[in-house]
């Protein structure tokens, strides 16, 4: 009997739990931790969403099973998202598929078209899903680099050139997680052009499509002409409408990578609670000013987190989208790692980020912070984080009293 089993021997331990578990243990201790490491909303989701999921969940009818594929208005309100915000037509029935979260849908999707052996092109640093989801279902992944230049598309034709057998699927997440990096829609043009040359499907992960700072709206693949021949697209309510705990996505595009992916949820699960579902489709088809409100509140946050760290003594450039920076560690500490200094500034600044490394190896020298505390909240962290840099050695800038 072997003494490990085959999928567990693929996955690595998860580094980011180990500053977890520090958290954990410092806040049961009664520390007050100032926790930027997960990306977890502190703010409550609309009030006609939740008064629409106590409604409907007093109905007697409502606590059956749902539907794997999502109940029919709701596929109807996300493809209407889609049409609105987009200008991208779906069909509910084929095109569009509800998941539990897109970290569910994208393991489902993985587990539905993947078979062993498979290589699948995924970004790194990336969202630990977008590599281990596919390695789950038996794949082998090559890393390609975030940053989406000329140099992005010469290491996808090197792949395509020299891997064996060639690459099927490629992973791309922009907004990114962790790297915030973003791209517009003449990225998307020269990609899907790529992957119908090389016969490859495209998985792009939209998670953050609404925390966008600089104006310019976050674009989807699709709204690129035939990019439903080779792209689905998955997206969120969690950071949309603060409803990370609700566990509510959507995966839209391609009618075969839908139909995979739909059946195979068929067999894995009876889809969200109904309630949930209906108070989803309130979220979708309802007023919008939460959106903005969301968008608003993330960027005065990034703002203060900036300008707080910078006088801190620690320059973090400022993302231009999702509720994540990516933080380059302090230039003095750079030889510490990210997993040491992460634990040191928790230890020692009660402060929480998430090592870079957690997210692969190019993530080394960097941590994730998340934008995920009031303004008050990331002006103590940076005075904490001061006093750690200066019990280091490191020079501070000097200013006034905040």
Not at 140 to 152: C, G, K
Not at 155 to 168: C, E, G, I, N, Q
Not at 365 to 382: D, K, T
Request: some cysteine; hydrophobic content about 40%.
């Amino acid at each position: 009997m072997s003494e490990e089993f085959y999928r567990i021997k693929r996955l690595p331990p998860y580094v980011i739990a180990e500053v977890n578990a520090m958290r954990a243990a410092a806040r049961a201790a009664g520390e007050d931790i100032i926790d930027l490491g997960m990306g977890n909303p502190d703010l409550p989701p609309p009030d006609h969403v939740i008064e629409k999921l106590c409604e409907v969940a007093r109905k007697p009818d409502a606590h059956g099973y749902s539907q794997s594929k999502g109940i029919p208005g709701l596929r109807k309100a996300q493809a209407n998202y889609y049409a609105r915000r987009f200008g991208v037509e779906l069909n509910p029935e084929s095109e569009v598929v509800v998941t539990m979260g897109s970290k569910e849908g994208l393991a489902s999707l993985a587990t539905a078209i993947t078979a062993p052996g498979d290589v699948v092109l995924a970004p790194n640093p990336s969202y630990p899903i977008h590599t281990f989801g596919f390695i789950i279902a038996g794949a082998t992944i090559r890393a390609v680099p975030t940053t989406p230049d000329d140099n992005y598309f010469r290491a996808l034709d090197r792949a395509m050139a020299f891997t064996v057998p060639r690459p099927s699927i490629l992973v791309v997440n922009y907004p990114s997680n962790p790297t915030a990096e973003t791209v517009d829609l003449s990225f998307y043009e020269r990609l899907v052009a790529w992957a119908k040359e090389n016969t490859v499907w495209i998985v792009s992960d939209l998670a953050y499509s609404e925390l966008y700072y600089d104006g310019n709206p976050t674009p989807s693949i699709l709204q690129v002409p035939g990019a439903k021949d080779v792209a689905v697209e998955f997206t969120s309510l969690s950071k949309t409408y603060s409803m990370a705990g609700w566990r509510m996505g959507f995966a839209v595009g391609n009618e075969r990578l839908i139909a995979a992916m739909t059946r195979v949820k068929s067999y894995l699960d009876y889809g969200a609670f109904t309630p949930i579902q209906a108070a989803a489709c309130a979220a979708l088809n309802g007023p919008q000013d939460i959106v903005q409100k969301n968008r608003e509140l993330y960027h005065k946050r990034r703002d203060v987190m900036v300008e707080s760290f910078a006088r801190a003594g620690w320059d973090i450039p400022p993302p231009r989208a999702s509720m994540f920076a990516w933080a380059p560690l302090p230039p003095a500490l750079r030889d510490m790692g990210s997993l040491e200094f992460s634990k040191q500034l928790l230890v020692h600044a009660k402060v929480a980020v998430a090592p870079g490394v957690g997210y692969g190896e190019d993530g080394e020298g960097f941590v994730r912070i998340a934008m995920v505390e009031n303004e008050q909240r990331l002006r103590q962290a940076a005075r904490n984080v001061k006093r750690y840099l200066q019990s280091m050695g490191i020079n501070t800038p000097t200013v006034k009293a905040e």
